[in-house]
């Protein structure tokens, strides 16, 4: 069964950077057949994928449009885990972030618990 | 890309009635359809894959059909734990996409 641990803080200052981190369990991080993802929640943006991190022979990502100049996400093998960062973050990016393990025809059946960040001086 | 519109955005509902959710796609995406559940402090749940294929361990009384650009979410006989916000979602191309949500509530 693949469980998804997250970790990071719950507040962080406008302009600084958003840093949380997904420990993978019953899975691998390299494995040929799975992404693993951060999609966030919000009242007013619902939920909204961020983009992802997969092994295929090499390493790939895929990012949204709407981050992508500020998200970087990285696998860290050594961990079994994978991380988000997001750059000189602003109130609106305040939501519930969630890491997702995508399997095949990319559904998103294991979640993790979220993290609530709130983006406040 | 591509945006997912779902209908209604809320209804409300007895217990044992038939409800219908519509998931319609800005373009045409195949069968590139799947189905969350999300109840109050709780991630999403997949229900349905691939439009119309049940995951395992969701009860029967869900099915999903279409295909193309027409998507819908059927209850055929709502349970007390139903009532909850449902999702649909794009996997035919990135940027993934999500509809807004249906809340269905208790009438």
């Known amino acids: 069964q693949v469980q998804l641990q997250q970790s990071g803080p719950g507040l962080v200052k406008p302009s600084q950077t958003l840093s949380l981190t997904c420990a993978i369990s019953g899975d691998s991080v390299s494995s040929n057949s799975a992404a693993w993802n951060w999609i966030r929640q919000s009242p007013s943006r619902g939920l909204e994928w961020l983009g992802r991190t997969y092994y295929r022979s090499k390493w790939y990502n895929d990012y949204a449009v709407s981050v992508k100049s500020r998200i970087t996400i990285n696998p860290d093998t050594s961990k079994n885990q994978f991380s988000l960062q997001l750059k000189s973050v602003t109130p609106e990016d305040t939501a519930l972030y969630y890491c997702?393990?995508?399997?095949?025809?990319?559904?998103?059946?294991?979640w993790g618990r979220g993290t609530l960040v709130t983006v406040s001086s | 890309d591509i945006q997912m519109t779902q209908s209604p955005s809320s209804l409300s509902a007895s217990v044992g009635d038939r409800v219908t959710i519509t998931c319609r796609a800005s373009?045409?995406?195949?069968?590139?359809v799947n189905w969350y559940q999300q109840k109050p402090g709780k991630a999403p749940n997949l229900l349905i894959y691939a439009a119309s294929s049940l995951q395992s361990g969701v009860p029967s009384r869900f099915s999903g059909s279409g295909s193309g650009t027409d998507f819908t979410l059927t209850i055929s006989s709502l349970q007390p734990e139903d009532f909850a916000t449902y999702y649909c979602?794009?996997?035919?191309?990135?940027?993934?996409?999500f509809g807004q949500g249906t809340r269905l509530e208790i009438k």
């Open positions: 997702v393990r995508e399997g095949t025809i990319s559904t998103f059946g294991y």
């Open positions: 373009q045409s995406i195949s069968s590139y």
């Open positions: 979602q794009q996997s035919y191309t990135t940027p993934i996409a």
